[in-house]
């Protein structure tokens, strides 16, 4: 889900992973790679579709408007089920040892948007869903994990992001003091 989000262009000359067919299918495919070993499944061969590329920017769309609530202020609890709108297909399974993990179905971006939601799902009901962020700067807004205690990390970076906005407020601080 992270991964997904960061496919987007920053203001520091990032590319847009899913500008065009080749990149985004390149990407995709790393992608479910990485989720399937992950999770001790065999991988996808994905082929993305234009319908496909096109959901996928959308759900990185939604992914975004969704990481962008402030985490204190992301809705938790039971939902109302005439508002939930199906958006992928996943079945239930579970291995020798009695875990019941979810496996996402479908093919082409529809796999993949079914592993996203998944890992969404899990996220939230294991409470770390509130520890996927934005970055502050507004050049970058790139998705990371606050791994700190106290979950106040504001930067995907601190070295290049942070330091950024630290110098802007140091510098604006020494002109008011003078």
Known sequence: ??????THATGCGGVDL????????QWAQAAADQWAAVHGLQPPTLSLTPAGLRSLRELRDELHTMLDVPPDQRLSGPLAVESVAPRADAQLGSDAQGRV???PQG???DWL???VWSEILIAQLDSTWTRVKLCR???CRSAFYDASRNSSGVWHNVRTCGN?????ASRARRRAAD
């Open 164 to 168: 950024i906005a630290n110098l802007r």
């Open 137 to 139: 700067d507004q050049g």
């Open 1 to 6: 889900m992270q991964e997904l989000v960061n």
């Open 101 to 103: 993990m979810m496996i």
């Open 113 to 115: 948007v079914s592993a």
């Open 18 to 25: 899913l500008a065009d067919p080749v990149t985004a299918g």
């Open 107 to 109: 093919a082409g971006a």
